[in-house]
């Protein structure tokens, strides 16, 4: 890493990678754990609600997450009311998950759109009560502010709809959440290729997370890979300063001082 850049931090938190990835999706639990390895990841989220509380051992979603380099990110997955939202982060807490907390809170079951409004209401009193709060939300301007004033740690606006990986749809949007917020702002959802990761990192995001377009490739650890390397590329374009966009050639040498002018 170049030393002019920072690491990513997250409520006081230093991460040494910019990719976030899910637990969701994939083929079995060797391959998430070999597609975390590939990735880089420092920082994993698990569907509270999709947990099997019973399973021990291998059978264990946990049991395959390596906790010493990783953080679990507990996930309010399948969430549709502020109210089922806070209880979901609170069995994560209780169950020694963490207390910080993916906060999604969803419109309806077609889209998958985030409902502001409960994810507002359920950040104000999840922060109330201590929680490190990153929402899920939309790529609004006005949303991301509000979730920012209520004390959330970061914002998490889409770029597509969720699984859809339709890549970034509006970088205009996320633009201007970035010159309006001053926490991280961190891409959700939509992703799908390595193209994708790289241009939501060149615009400046804090980091991407993503789930099903590395666990439904053809080959999710050569993704995940791709991935990480997208990340970086795409982090170190935005720091580099890309040359700004001309409607005509420019010339790569000079023509003054040519022989015989």
């Known amino acids: ?3 002019l850049d920072k690491p990513l931090v997250i409520a006081g938190k230093t991460f040494a990678s910019r990719l976030i990835v899910g637990t969701g999706k994939y083929p079995s639990h060797q391959v ?28 264990s979603l946990l049991s395959w997450i ?14 549709y009311t502020a109210d089922d939202a806070i209880r979901t982060a609170r069995l994560g807490a209780e169950l020694g998950l963490s207390t910080w907390v993916k906060l999604e809170v969803l419109g309806d079951e077609k889209t998958l759109f985030p409902d502001v409004e409960e994810t507002l209401k359920a950040a ?10 990153l929402p899920y939300t939309s790529d609004d301007v006005i949303t991301a502010r509000k979730l920012e004033d209520v004390g959330c740690a970061a914002v998490m606006p889409l770029a597509a709809p969720i699984g859809s990986g339709l890549g970034i749809r509006n970088p205009h949007a996320l633009r201007l959440i970035l010159e309006t917020v001053k926490v991280p702002v961190i891409v959700d959802a939509g992703v799908g290729t390595a193209s994708d990761a790289a241009i939501a990192m060149e615009l400046g995001c804090h980091a991407l997370l993503m789930n099903t377009a590395i666990a439904q490739a053809k080959e999710p650890v050569r993704m995940a890979r791709a991935m990480r390397l997208a990340v970086e590329a795409g982090r170190e374009a935005y720091l580099a300063g890309r040359i700004p966009m001309k409607a005509y050639a420019s010339a790569s040498s000079p023509l003054s001082g040519l022989i015989g002018a």
Do not use: W, Y
């Open 1 to 3: 890493m170049d030393a």
């Open 32 to 59: 998430m754990q070999a597609c975390h390895q590939a990735a880089g990841t420092s920082m994993v989220t698990v569907a509270v609600r999709r947990l099997d509380l019973k399973a021990t051992g291998e059978a």
């Open 66 to 79: 390596d906790k010493e380099k990783i953080a679990v990110l507990p996930n309010t997955a399948a969430c």
């Open 124 to 133: 104000r009193v999840l922060v109330k009560e201590g929680f490190t709060v």
